[in-house]
């Protein structure tokens, strides 16, 4: 394929891209969403023109989604929800109405500036070859994704232009495995690699890979000019070893054990071979006045292949402070139930016999189908867990697995008897909670088992257990965001998925729509819409009615009724029956005030008793 830098295209070339978009704004995916239209045309006429260094987040907020230079990327997800949309959209288009057009025009994940494909020759000063326009930018705002090299190969018109230019990168979107969840066996140890595996030490003197997984932290390197930051690099990697401990799914080697790779050049797969661990996470800090970056990655050791990598730059306010922030956020991204290494996982275990699965391996499975969230695959991940049961009864994850899958029961409204189902989450989640007081996976769980049998005090104890056993995990935080809304704590909610948000900021959109939540019943309704509506379709679907209630609420509380109205027939032509009653049944708040409060806001936007 060859690279066209942008300022190559000739002026037909131009003309013939600009066909193709009005061709796909004038689409069936298009045409509901005059946002989208703008949002495509934005990108491209920018990077026409030559601009696409300016297709950032910020930018596009500002320009596209009219919003104020206030705009935080960090906390309104607006610009990555309306991106996954147009990306989901431009493939829509293409696998339909567009099969056959000329020029595909598509958005990678991971930046902001679309990928131009001339699928044949547009015009008669092209190339007859395949072409395609990429961008070494990558938005900052956006993680980043591995990279495939392009061939430089220069087209005639561009030669001499290209002529010293170093090859171009397309940046791929990155393949992810299903989400697992909490992927784990047992409980988690930090210890000596040969203290650890000695046990498991086959006839042949070879050593095996545990079964769930096994990660060595190496030395942080000090990149800094003046190399003087080593401190600093060392208490990364010491507290990140530490913050990796709260996970229970991972085995992660002791820093005595990774010591003998610093200041060396190291072959990970060699590494992994040594320490008999699967991952190996790394890095480099590099500090310059005022300011301090840090990079990390994860990479499969058995393979070599990088799984993730992603910087962290901060000003130098203080160095514990630094450290602690950073070591939390790539504790966060790594484990919990989103985590990278989760995702890896899943994908190792696709392509393992299930005749010669272990405990462990049924609950990773469960957890696959689990966070499906389909009906079938939940009655399937109960199968799976229930397996894991016989096969060891002791193993506290399997409990926990079962008890979220009551939990789904409950939250999708897939059982005819409330009480049974909450009973027998409540029973799994005990158990777990008895096997392994430690793990803080089993009191999550107990937590909203107690939530929603009415038990608010017991359920509060139990996610502050979870969370201080693992502040880590950002998902925790979120979610425990509707135990502190039906409370009466919405505004510590707000602090608490603002901290997830920042923890994991590729988070999934259902964080946005527990932020907006806690904004109206905070009293903060113009927030509320302004956190929600970004991740509200035109017309809203099936799995956005949960929160479709406190849009309309924040609505009417601001005196917009047209929008209010509006938001209510959406629900209603989702689901004809839904009621306010129907709301009060579904959410445990913990006073008749703080229902009456959320009902009588319903009941102002219109929706039926």
Same mark, same amino acid.
């Given at each position: ?14 003309? !013939? ?41 910020? =930018? ?13 990327? =960090? ?17 829509? /288009? ?27 020759? !547009? ?10 326009? &990429? ?12 990279? &495939? ?28 495995? *299903? ?15 040969? !203290? ?12 095996? $890979? ?7 932290? $190496? ?10 930051? %080593?401190? $600093? ?10 913050? $990796? ?10 820093? =005595? ?7 060396? @050049?190291?072959?990970?797969? %060699? ?37 993730? &990598? ?23 991204? +790594?484990?919990?139930? %989103? ?20 405990? /462990? ?19 399937? !991940? ?17 409990? #926990? ?148 209630? #406190?849009?309309?609420? *924040? ?31 579904? =959410? @445990? /708040? ?16 219109? +929706?039926?008793?």
């Amino acid at each position: 394929m060859t690279v066209i830098l942008t300022n190559c295209w000739s002026e037909s070339d131009r003309e !013939a891209i600009r066909d193709q978009m009005d061709r796909i704004l004038k689409s069936g995916p298009f045409q509901q969403s005059r946002r989208r239209q703008r949002f495509l045309e934005y990108i491209v006429d920018e990077t026409l023109a030559g601009r696409s260094e300016r297709l950032k987040g910020y =930018n596009i907020a500002i320009v596209v989604f009219d919003r104020t230079d206030t705009f935080d990327s =960090n906390i309104n997800p607006i610009v990555r929800a309306e991106a996954a949309r147009l990306r989901d959209r431009l493939r829509e /288009y293409y696998d339909g109405d567009g099969q056959g057009d000329p020029i595909r025009i598509s958005l990678p994940k991971g930046t902001y500036i679309p990928h131009i494909e001339f699928r044949q020759a !547009a015009t008669a000063d092209a190339s007859p070859e395949v072409r395609n326009v &990429a961008s070494q930018y990558q938005s900052p705002d956006l993680p980043e994704t591995p990279a &495939a090299i392009v061939n430089d190969q220069a087209s005639p018109a561009c030669a001499r232009s290209e002529r010293g230019v170093r090859r171009q990168i397309v940046v791929p979107a990155l393949v992810l495995a *299903a989400l697992l969840a909490i992927a784990a066996a047992g409980a988690f140890y930090v210890r000596q690699p040969l !203290a650890f595996w000695a046990p498991l030490i086959g006839d042949a003197g070879g050593l095996l $890979l545990p079964e769930n997984p096994a990660i060595a932290v $190496l030395p942080f390197d000090d990149m800094s000019a003046t190399g003087d930051q %080593q401190y $600093l690099a060392d208490g990364i990697t010491e507290e990140l070893i530490t913050g $990796l401990a709260k996970f229970p799914e991972f085995m992660v080697m002791a820093r =005595n054990s990774t010591l003998a790779y610093k200041d060396k @050049p190291t072959d990970i797969r %060699q590494v992994g071979k040594h320490l008999n661990v699967r991952y190996v996470v790394d890095g480099t800090i590099q500090r310059s006045d005022q300011n301090v970056r840090v990079t990390a990655q994860l990479t499969d050791a058995s393979t070599g292949r990088q799984l993730w &990598a992603d910087r962290y730059d901060r000003e130098v306010t203080g160095i514990f402070a630094i450290r602690d922030d950073i070591t939390r956020s790539v504790a966060g991204v +790594l484990g919990g139930l %989103q985590g990278k290494v989760g995702k890896a996982e899943a994908a190792r275990l696709s392509a393992k016999n299930p005749n010669s699965f272990t405990a /462990y391996d049924y609950v990773m499975k469960g957890w696959y189908e689990l966070y499906k969230y389909e009906r079938g695959p939940n009655m399937a !991940a109960r199968g799976l867990f229930e397996q894991a049961k016989r096969i060891d009864p002791s193993y506290s994850r399997a409990y #926990t697995g079962l008890g979220w899958t009551y939990a789904q029961d409950i939250y999708s409204q897939w059982t005819d008897d409330f009480d049974k189902t909450v009973k027998l989450a409540l029973e799994n989640a005990s158990t777990a909670v008895r096997l392994d007081p430690n793990d803080y996976s089993a009191h999550w769980i107990l937590g909203w088992a107690s939530l929603y049998s009415g038990e608010h005090e017991k359920a509060l104890a139990s996610y502050l257990r979870a969370r201080n056993l693992n502040p880590n995990d950002a998902e925790l935080l979120a979610e425990m965001g509707g135990l502190l809304i039906f409370v009466g704590q919405p505004k510590q909610a707000i602090d608490q998925v603002k901290e997830a948000i920042r923890l994991n900021p590729n988070h999934e959109p259902w964080y946005t729509c527990f932020l907006g939540w806690a904004y109206e019943n905070a009293g903060m309704p113009r927030e509320a819409i302004e956190t929600l509506e970004p991740v509200i379709d035109e017309p809203p679907i099936k799995d956005q009615l949960w929160y479709l209630p #406190t849009l309309a609420a *924040a609505y009417a509380e601001v005196g917009r009724m047209d929008d209010a109205h509006k938001i209510v027939k959406g629900i209603l032509s989702l689901e004809p029956e839904f009621s306010i009653a129907d709301v009060a049944s579904r =959410n @445990p /708040y913990k006073t008749k005030e703080l229902v009456d409060r959320y009902m009588n806001a319903l009941r102002l936007a219109g +929706l039926p008793e």
